[in-house]
């Protein structure tokens, strides 16, 4: 199947989130990669993590006030409660408008990749008004730089911190530990070895997931309005050297989690991690060469990714005409609103996300959303994408009769913009047999020529 034969197809469809209508001019693959991110006034308008700590704060103040007045706490509660949802829906909202708008959408499929490989989920409530500090504040700031710092910067984030309660995490002989009896928490340093840096195969232990725990204690988060977000609280440090991966670290207060955050980041496995993770997520199941080839670019280069990204797309693979990976619902999704630069209401395309089993920060694990073709592509995936595509469909052409527009010369248009003559010749004769704007559209976006990449 030659579904993909031009190297325009390729950038928009393989590497982006799709073509958009009446888009003129796409920068290529290696000029997204060092090009300024695009950034949607929806995000540019989202509060700031330390912005919420500090409301958060405040409330957690009030409700201390009116311990013995339960009436008015509840209505407290009901105010926490309404400020949360609205918080995590208008996150939700600015990250939908920015995938849905950006004209550099391999920057933004490389962001959310990114995004994924950190994942946070806003089904732990506590995380809910602050659900996308990490991939705004951070990922949107290193997603083509260095991955040492992005590392650094994202294990520091209040959302990280208290996603997996290290904020909560207390060296044992520490001040604090002692006084308290306190103890440690080893979610985080798990986590970072695991999923974050080293793999799961990665050749550490129990104990060094302890010395690393260790290491990283103290790190907490202020929700004081004079100095609000990330704090280093000394009295809640384990004291004394960590040995982590048979290398001793010794006791410099902050910098000791640090020196161990920027070894694993450029530890051999890491970047065998790495360079695997990427290049299926864009290509497929890699070839070790490949595998072999990008982590050895990334330690030449000490973790920078802007190499890495350089070699992968030099892969023969990458500029082949035929489908390599299953678009996942979200890239469906808005592959399908862009082709027909459809612009609902922001809650409609969250709800069918939802629908779709993929709604924004809600991966329900730290290990974020599967990246393997088997776990969408399934025969009840499909009746729900058949759902999604009919109700999209009866929109556009709905606003194209209210543009004066006829529909079939819509649907043209799209099919144009999409594939030109190239469109596969078994969806056109489907196409052509079909009756009426609405089905012609539906029969596009469920086409094995859309729905894969």
Known sequence: MNYYPTAAIITEQRFGFG?????????????????????????QSLPSTNNILVQIGLFNQQRKKLKKSPNEKRAVQKQVNQFFKLSYEQQVSARNLQTLHSSNSFQERLIQFWSNHFAVSADTRKVKPI?????????????????????????????????????????????????????????????????????????????????????????????DKQNPGFKFAAWAHQPGDVMLLGQRYAQTGIGQGEACLKDLALHQQTARHLATKLAQHFIGQPKKELVDDLSGIYLKNNGELQPV??????????????????????????????????????????????????????????????DQDSDFNSSSALIQRWQVANTFAVLVVREAKKQKVKPLQLVKKVVNNLYGKDLDQHTELAMNKANGAITKLVLLWLSPQFMYR
């Open 19 to 43: 073509p958009k209508l009446n888009d003129q001019h796409v920068l290529s693959l290696s000029e997204q990669i060092s090009t300024k991110p695009y950034i949607d006034t929806a995000l």
């Open 309 to 370: 990204y350089k070699r992968l797309l030099q892969e023969p693979e990458v500029n082949t005409a035929a489908p390599l990976r299953f678009r996942t619902p979200q890239e469906w999704l808005f592959a399908l609103l862009r082709s027909a630069d459809l612009n609902p209401p922001e809650h409609k395309i969250t709800q069918q996300l939802r629908l779709l089993g993929q709604q924004p920060f809600m991966a329900g694990s730290p290990a974020g959303w599967s």
């Open 131 to 223: 659900i996308a500090g990490i991939e705004n504040e951070v990922i949107r700031q290193h997603w083509n730089g260095n991955f040492a710092d992005m590392l650094q910067a994202t294990i520091k984030h209040p959302t990280m911190l208290m996603f997996l309660d290290n904020n909560l995490s207390v060296g044992p002989d520490s001040k604090l530990g002692k006084k308290r009896h306190k103890g440690l928490n080893e979610n985080l340093a798990r986590e970072i070895m695991e999923l974050h840096t080293l793999g799961v195969d990665g050749g550490y232990n129990q104990q060094d997931v302890i010395q690393l725990a260790h290491a990283i204690t103290g790190w907490m988060v202020s929700f």
